[in-house]
């Protein structure tokens, strides 16, 4: 088993910047991705962007690109979400997630999530 801690969120106002983390914790040697999603009020999770653990690759929806950038501290166990020039359509709770094979990770089911993360980001 894998757990997912996430912090960060908050309120910020439209322009805005936020950084997100998800420290991970458990049978982490097997992760070979994590990633990011977000769900809004009354809308399906979706897909925010993901990175794989050794070698680094990044994946973005196309709705972040260049606005958001992930990273991960292997030492730490950690994976962030670099948030600048927030919409107010970027509100929603963000949840980070691990998946242990490969796959395509924007569309793949992942293993394992975190309990979520609120962003608010106010006009």
């Known amino acids: 088993q894998v757990q997912l801690v996430e912090s960060g969120g908050g309120l910020v106002q439209a322009g805005g910047s936020l950084r997100l983390s998800c420290v991970a914790s458990?049978?982490?040697?097997?992760?070979?991705?994590m990633g990011w999603f977000r769900q809004a009020p009354g809308k399906e999770r979706e897909f925010v962007a993901a990175?794989?653990?050794?070698?680094?690759?990044?994946y973005y929806a196309d709705f972040v690109k260049g606005r958001f950038t992930i990273s991960r501290d292997k030492a730490k166990n950690a994976v962030y979400l670099q948030m600048n020039s927030l919409k107010p359509e970027d509100t929603a709770v963000y949840s980070c997630?691990?998946?242990?094979?490969?796959?395509?990770?924007?569309?793949?089911?992942?293993?394992?999530w975190g309990q979520g993360t609120q962003v608010t980001v106010s006009s």
């Open positions: 997630a691990a998946r242990e094979t490969w796959a395509e990770l924007t569309t793949a089911t992942y293993d394992y």
């Open positions: 990175i794989t653990w050794i070698g680094g690759t990044t």
């Open positions: 458990g049978r982490t040697f097997s992760v070979y991705a």
